[in-house]
C-alpha cells in the first residue's frame, strides 16, 4: 500500500477504491492570452497533488488533507453549492459540484506542487478530484469536458476568474513535450521539448512574493481585454490584428491599447516558439522569451520587482532568455540557460535578491511531465 493509501485507511477505516494523480504547470509562453482565445504553450511539471477517493452510499462527503494535518472536513453533498463557505477544500468541492456529483465519497488529499508559486497548485487539486470522481462514478467526461467543469469550478465555486490554460494542461499533458493548446476550441498538438538533448536546462525560479493586488489586477487585465472586444466588436482578442489595432487606436484608452498590443504580440510569439521549438532553435526561443517577459513587465504591467529582478540577473549569468510565468504581481519566472551553468545562475538571482532585501527565492528544475490519470484502483 502507497503512502497515501495507508493514511486513508487510518482516517476513514477503509481502503481508496482508487488513487488520481494531476500535475501542476509552468506556461513556456502565451502568457494572459488564454481568455483572449489565444494559443498558449504550457507543460506539466513533474509535482503533482494525489487524491485518494471511495464511495459512500449516504450523501456525505468528507475530505481531509495530508498537507492540513488530516483534519476531516464533513458536508452533506447537497448543501455543496456556491457561496458555501470553507477553506482549502473548495476547490474539490467545487469540483464535486461543477461535475454534478450526488453520491457521497471519502476523499484524502496529498499535494506536492509548491503553494503560492505560480505552479498552479489549484488546478492540480482540481483536475486530482475531477478525474478521480471521472473513473468512481463512470461519468465519461472528456478531457475537453473535465478542463471546462474544473475552470467553472474555480470560477464560479471558488470564485476566481482564471482562463482554461492550467486546467487543461495538468488534465492533458504528454510526457516530454508541451501542450501547444487552442484556447478556442481546446484543441491540442504535442510540442517535444527537449532541452536537456541540448545541454540546457529550463531553471524554474519561485520569487516567494505575492503581491496583495493580484486577484483585483487580474481581474482589471481580463476586463481591458473585454473593453476592446466590445468596441471593436470582434468576437475575441484572437481575431485582432497588428494593423487593425494600429488603425483603431483612436477607439481605445491609452492602457486598452496597450493591453491588447501585448495580446497580439503575444499570441504570435506562441507559433514562432513553436517553430523555433521544431527546429530545435533555441537561441530563438531565448529571444522569444525575453520579448514576452518585456511586453507583460510594459504593455499589461502584471510584472512586479522580484520577477523583473529575477529575469534580468537569470540573463546577465548568460540565461538564453527568461520571463516571468502565470498570473503575475509575485510567483515564479523561469530562464532557459546552459545547464552547467545552473549553479552560477542560482548564485547570480540569490546575490540580486539579497542585495535588494527581498526574501530568498527557491529554485526548482522540471522535465515536461505527464497530465492527470489514475495510479492505482482496486
Ligand atoms: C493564471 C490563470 C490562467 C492564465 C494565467 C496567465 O495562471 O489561472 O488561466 O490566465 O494566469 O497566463
Redesign the pocket.
Known sequence: MSVIEKKFLEIFGKEPDLVAAAPGRV?LIG?????SDGF?LPFAIKDRTLVAARKRDDSTIRIASMQRRNKVVTVDINRVKPGLKGEWERYALGVVWSMGVKTGVDLLIDGHVPLGA?L?SSAALECSVATAMNHLFGLGFTLEELARLTQKAENQYVGVP?????QSVSLMATQGSALLLDCRDLNTKNIPFDVAASGLELLIIDTQAHHALTDGG?AERRASCEAVVAKLAIASLRELSMEQLEASRSLLTDTEYLRARHAVTEMKRVLDCVDALTSSDFVRVGQLLNQSHASLRDDYAVSCPELDTAVDAALSAGALGSRMV??GFGGSAIALIQAVKTTETIKMIEKAFSDRGFKAPRFFTSLPSQGAEIISRR
Open positions: 506556461n502568457e494572459h492570452i488564454d481568455y498558449v505560480g498552479s482564471c482562463g482554461i490554460m492550467d487580474y502565470g498570473g
